[in-house]
T-cell receptor
C-alpha cells in the first residue's frame, strides 16, 4: 500500500528557533500533499495544501509567513515552523493521495510532535 | 464538503462486532464516504470508503443507506487494538480527496 513518512517523529526546540518537518511519499508520486495540526484532545485541523512546483494554499487563519511550505519534488513536501513559540507546540501530520493508481483515499504520515520550550 | 455527525464515544466488548454510525444528511451526489481511524499519537489510517454500494475489505464493512444520508462502519470482530478515534468524512473523489475535513469522530473503546 501507499506509504507516507514524516521526519522527525518528535522534536523539541527552543523558543525563537525554526523547525523543519519533512513529509515523503515513499512509493508513489504526489502532486498535492496536505498539512494538518492537532492539539491535545482535539481533531485534525487542515493548515494548508502543498502543491508541487507552486505556492501552497493556506487555510484561513494560518500564517503563511510563519508556516513555510515547500513542495520541491513529487515525493517531498516540507513544513518549516519559523520563530517557534510554545503555542506552536502541537502534533503536525501530513497526507497525500496516490492519484497515479486511481486511488481516492488519503494516506497519512505518522505525525511529528513538536514541543517548543 | 458535507458535514458529518458521529456519537462522541462508544464501547465494545472484545470479539464482538463494533457498529459505528455516521450521519451525513447533506451529502452531495458526487461525494464519497470515507472512514479513517487514529490510534493515540499516530497519524490517521485509512479504513474503507464507498459511494452508494456497501463495501467490504479486510479491515471492515461499510453499510450506506439507500438515501445515502447515513452510514455504518462495522468492525466484525473487535480487538483491543481497534481502540481508536474513528472519523467519518464525506468528500468528492476528485483531486480534492486527501483534503479532508475532520470532525470530532467517535472514540471507540474495546474492552476485554
Amino acid at each position: 500500500g501507499a506509504v507516507v513518512s514524516q521526519h522527525p517523529s518528535w522534536v523539541i526546540c527552543k523558543s525563537g528557533t525554526s523547525v523543519k518537518i519533512e513529509c515523503r511519499s515513499l512509493d508513489f508520486q504526489a502532486t498535492t500533499m496536505f498539512w494538518y495540526r492537532q492539539f491535545p484532545k482535539q481533531s485534525l485541523m487542515l493548515m494548508a495544501t502543498s502543491n508541487e512546483g507552486s505556492k501552497a494554499t493556506y487555510e484561513q487563519g494560518v500564517e503563511k509567513d510563519k508556516f513555510l511550505i515547500n513542495h520541491a519534488s513529487l515525493t517531498l513536501s516540507t513544513l518549516t515552523v519559523t520563530s517557534a513559540h510554545p503555542e506552536d507546540s502541537s502534533f503536525y501530520i501530513c497526507s497525500a493521495r496516490d492519484s497515479g493508481q486511481g486511488r481516492t483515499e488519503a494516506f497519512f504520515g505518522q505525525g511529528t510532535r513538536l514541543t517548543v520550550v | 464538503d458535507a458535514k458529518t455527525t458521529q456519537p462522541p464515544s462508544m464501547d465494545c466488548a472484545e470479539g464482538r462486532a463494533a457498529n459505528l454510525p455516521c450521519n451525513h444528511s447533506t451529502i452531495s451526489g458526487n461525494e464519497y464516504v470515507y472512514w479513517y481511524r487514529q490510534i493515540h499519537s499516530q497519524g490517521p489510517q485509512y479504513i474503507i470508503h464507498g459511494l452508494k454500494n456497501n463495501e467490504t475489505n479486510e479491515m471492515a464493512s461499510l453499510i450506506i443507506t439507500e438515501d445515502r444520508k447515513s452510514s455504518t462502519l462495522i468492525l466484525p470482530h473487535a480487538t483491543l487494538r481497534d481502540t481508536a478515534v474513528y472519523y467519518c468524512i464525506v468528500s468528492p473523489s476528485n483531486t480534492n480527496a486527501g483534503k479532508s475535513t475532520f470532525g470530532d469522530g467517535t472514540t471507540l473503546t474495546v474492552k476485554p
